[in-house]
Every structure is written in C-alpha cells, then in structure tokens.
C-alpha cells in the first residue's frame, strides 16, 4: 500500500477494475454453467406427421428445438444444433456447425430458386397464350396483310396455273377419249366432270385463305374446351417445384449434413434454368407456330391448284395436312402443360433426401423433378412431330 495521502498507481487501479469486472462475469454466468442442458433432438418418427411447418421457413418445422446433443438420424429441420459451453456437458463441433449453417443457407437459396421456377412453369399458361383470334385482337392485323397478299396476288397466279391444268387435262382426255373410242353421251358426261372438278378447284382457290381459316377456328375452338376443363388450372396456381424442395430438405438429417443440402441447391438451379428454358421455349414455339399458320395461308391456292392433278394430288393433300398439323400443335402443347404439372407431383415420391447416407443415392433421390422438367421441355420440342402423326402428315 502507497503511503496515506499518495495516488494509487494507474496501473494498478486498471487492473483492480480488471478483476472486478471478471468476477462480476463468473457471478453471473455460473448459475447456468453449473446446470446441465436438456436435449430436444427429433428424428422422423419422432415428429410424426402432423408437425407443423414454419410459415417464414418452410424447410423448417415450427416445434425446431435447440440442443447440443444430436444424432446422425435426427432432422436438421426439427433440430437446431447449438454448441453447450458448461461445465458438466461441454460441447462443440465444428463440422455440425458448419452443416448447419450450410443447411440453412442452401434451403433459404433453393427455397427462392424453386419460386422462381414455378413462376415460369405458371406463365406458360397465363396471358391467353394458346388464344390466337385472326378476326380481332393482336393478330387481325396480321390475317389482314395474309388476305390482302392472297387476294392480290396469290389467287390470280394459282388460277392461272389452273387454266394451265385445265387445257392440259382437256388435251389428255380427248387423246385418251379418241383412242378408246367414247363417244356421245359417256364423252359429254366427261368433259362436263372436268369442267366441274376445275371450278370446284377455281373456287376453292379464291377462298382458300378462308377455308384455311375455318380450319384453324375449328381447332382454336377445340383448344378452348380444353382449357374450359380445367386442363391448365394446376399449372397456373402450382407451387409444384417449391413444395418439393422444402420437403426434401425437411428429411435432411445430420448423418446427410450440408452436402446433401448443397447437392439439392444445384438441383434447385438445374430445374430453374430448365423451367426458364422450357416457358422461353413455349412462347416461342406459339409465335412461330402464328406465323406458320399465316405464310401457310398466303400460299394455299398453290396447293389447291395441285389437287385438280392426278399426279400432284397427293402433294396437294400434304400440304394442307401439314397446314392442320401447324394447328393442332397448339393443343399437343396444352396437353404437355397441363400434365406436366401432374407428372412433376407424381415425382415428389421419389424426390426425398431420406435414404441411404450416401452422396450417389442423396442425388439420384433428386432426380425425379428435374427429369420431369426435362421431359416436360422435350415433349414440347417434338409438339410438331406428334401433331403430325396425329393428322397423318
């Protein structure tokens, strides 16, 4: 002690204050180091399946717990693992932390990644897409310039090539009637059946725009029944993708830890980059399906110039079953979009984390959805392939 009346060195106030301040700590820490703490780690069965899922994180379950004490079978979703410090049951692993953490973040990510893929898979079949009315709306335009060129130009060429037809099969049949010996009224009743085929083949030049229409009105009205069925009604409303992906990650257990929860955050981007490709796609493919149509139009007197020939018949007949194919592509797509929806439910089967404790098996659980998807993209791409075959073309 410094003599009475002297300052107390600095130093040694500091460190006076020093030891208050880490005994004051141990006072008020030790109450809960000294006791042990409970452990809440949940497995599947224990949970059962009325748990409650979050409403904010939905790869979690509303009853998570904190605890120390885990096992390789409990959920990460039921089980939040905190490191224990006390006295009597000290623990800490780092490699749990870190599953942990990845856990969290993977599903946060593959939570908004899977959103955003069923937004794509849901503007498939919104803003009247399959809806395409030649009389009015954006394409009246179109079906105007499509008339107008036919009309213009298209329907006196193909008559003249008819009138060509015409004098060639009238040349042909007189040889073929003179040697053969026909002659009166068997012969009048010949030329007289020509003369009809022709007009029949001249009228239907000078309507074919109209006839090609009523054509694609039939099978834009059949389309339309089948979205009165409800056929798109899953596909628009769907959280298909999302609620797949937060009950996959909601099996995780700790044996599976966070690679299996990173594995599934890269399976979330492959379905969305596909989901993207496939709604891109399909908005494509109904453009261009349009514009098909409407060039298809513009030509159709060629082909019905074709069928008043014996020997371009048949070219003739091709060219307006694929004109039909063009049509009823529309509703080979309605149908891939609208099952697709269903088939994609039916692969939530498949598409759990629960299994072996094995990073193969933990991906090729992820398979079904993201095939799915794929599929849905490829039967889409070959629309045109089956609507052929369904019109014979």
């Given at each position: 002690?410094p ?10 106030r ?6 208050a ?7 008020l ?5 000294l006791?042990p703490?409970?452990a809440f ?36 979703s039921?089980?939040h ?15 749990l ?6 856990y969290?973040l993977?599903?946060?990510a593959?939570?908004v990644?899977s959103s955003?893929?069923?937004e ?6 919104t ?6 009315n ?15 060129v036919?009309e213009r130009?298209v ?9 060509l ?7 042909s049949f ?7 010996g026909?002659?009166?009224?068997d012969?009048f009743a ?5 003369a009809?085929?022709?007009?029949l083949?001249q009228?239907a030049?000078v309507?074919?725009?109209r006839i090609?229409?009523?054509i694609f009105e ?5 389309g ?8 798109l009604a899953?596909a ?5 993708y ?7 990650f ?21 379905v969305?980059i ?9 908005q494509?493919?109904?453009?261009v399906r349009?514009?098909?149509?409407c060039?298809r139009?513009?030509?159709s007197g060629?082909?019905f110039?074709?069928?008043a ?17 063009v049509?009823?592509?529309a509703?080979?797509?309605l149908l ?22 094995t ?5 090729m659980s992820l398979v079904g ?14 629309s045109r392939?089956?609507?052929n ?5």
């Amino acid at each position: 002690m410094p003599p009475f009346g002297e300052k107390t060195p600095l130093r040694g106030r500091a460190l006076r204050a020093l030891l208050a301040a880490l005994a004051l700590a141990v006072a008020l820490i030790a109450p809960s180091a000294l006791l042990p703490q409970t452990a809440f780690a949940t497995t599947a069965s224990e949970l059962g399946g009325s748990a409650e899922v979050s409403d904010d994180e939905p790869w979690l379950y509303a009853s998570r717990e904190d605890t120390s004490d885990v096992a390789g079978d409990d959920l990460m979703s039921a089980t939040h693992y905190t490191p224990s410090f006390n006295v009597f049951d000290f623990h800490f692993d780092f490699g749990l932390c870190v599953s942990d953490f990845l856990y969290g973040l993977s599903a946060q990510a593959a939570s908004v990644l899977s959103s955003w893929a069923d937004e794509f898979m849901a503007q498939i079949s919104t803003g009247d897409m399959f809806d395409v009315n030649l009389a009015g709306g954006d394409y009246a335009s179109a079906y105007r310039i499509v008339l107008d060129v036919a009309e213009r130009v298209v329907v006196p060429v193909s008559g003249g090539f008819l009138g060509l037809a015409f004098v060639f099969s009238l040349m042909s049949f007189g040889r073929d009637a003179g040697m053969g010996g026909r002659h009166g009224t068997d012969l009048f009743a010949s030329y007289a059946w020509i003369a009809v085929k022709y007009l029949l083949v001249q009228t239907a030049i000078v309507h074919g725009v109209r006839i090609m229409r009523a054509i694609f009105e039939v099978v834009n009205d059949i389309g339309a029944a089948m979205q009165d069925t409800g056929l798109l009604a899953g596909a628009v409303n769907a959280t298909v993708y999302h609620d797949a992906f937060m009950e996959s990650f909601r099996s995780i257990t700790f044996s599976q830890g966070g690679g299996t929860a990173l594995i599934m955050l890269l399976v979330a981007l492959v379905v969305l980059i596909v989901a993207a490709i496939t709604a891109i796609y399909v908005q494509v493919v109904v453009v261009v399906r349009v514009f098909e149509v409407c060039v298809r139009m513009v030509f159709s007197g060629f082909a019905f110039v074709m069928l008043a020939n014996q020997s371009t018949r048949e070219s003739g007949v091709r060219y307006i079953k694929q004109f039909a194919g063009v049509c009823v592509q529309a509703l080979v797509v309605l149908l891939v979009v609208g099952l697709g929806s269903v088939f994609i439910r039916q692969s939530v089967g498949l598409f759990t984390a629960s299994g072996p404790d094995t990073l193969i098996a933990s991906f090729m659980s992820l398979v079904g959805p993201m095939v799915s998807c794929i599929v849905m993209f490829l039967m889409v791409k070959q629309s045109r392939e089956i609507a052929n075959a369904v019109v014979g073309a």
